[in-house]
């Protein structure tokens, strides 16, 4: 049985090495542009990559994700299948690794980056969520992926469009809400995208 995220052990880093998740799944969205991703976690850790797997398929496939963006669709696919973008879940140590090689980014033990071909997700922050996130840890999850997937999709960061709106995806969030109701999600209820003032 999979421990709950509060007994996920959390090293300061790891082996450097990882599991590709052995899933697949069917399209998500109905885009002309397939992105085929591979799932993995770095060894050793306590979250089964098959199981992230099918969380981030699940965020990737959901209503107010992507897929609304009428340019994309996603696709999981396992390990040593043909693919464009790796997610990577990894101890806080070797996440930094991975964000300084890819784009010299100092990500300070704490931050998620998106690197050429790929996505760096924070072992911290996919266990323990963010303090200025309110909401269960799936939620945070769907801002991670969401967040840095925007930004292979070619999104910028944004700011707080003003006090009481949702905050736009692309918004650190983490860095603070600035008046903002925090939100996972790149489009609203009415699948509109939540956007936001310009970073310079």
Not at 4 to 29: C, L, M, W
Not at 61 to 66: E, K, L, V
Not at 176 to 190: K, R, T
């Amino acid at each position: 049985m999979t421990p709950p995220p509060t007994e996920i052990d959390i090293p300061s880093t790891g082996a450097g090495t990882f599991v590709t998740a052995q899933s697949g799944g069917a399209k998500a969205g109905s885009g002309p542009r397939t992105i085929r991703y591979v799932v993995r976690v770095e060894t050793g850790l306590d979250i089964p990559p098959s199981q992230a797997a099918d969380e981030i398929a699940d965020i990737l496939a959901a209503p107010r994700g992507w897929t609304n963006n009428p340019a994309y669709s996603f696709q999981l696919v396992s390990a040593g299948q043909p693919h464009d973008l790796t997610v990577t879940i990894a101890t806080p140590g070797t996440a930094d690794t991975l964000c300084w090689a890819g784009i010299q980014q100092d990500t300070e033990g704490r931050y998620n980056c998106e690197v050429p071909g790929g996505v760096v997700v924070n072992l911290r922050r996919w266990v323990q969520g963010s303090p200025t996130f309110n909401g269960p840890i799936h939620a945070y999850r769907a801002l991670i992926i969401n967040h840095e997937m925007g930004h292979l999709l070619g999104y910028p960061h944004t700011g707080c469009p003003g006090p009481g709106q949702l905050a736009p995806v692309m918004m650190q969030q983490i860095k603070g809400l600035h008046g903002c109701i925090a939100n996972a999600w790149p489009y609203d209820q009415n699948r509109h995208l939540v956007t936001g003032s310009h970073v310079p």
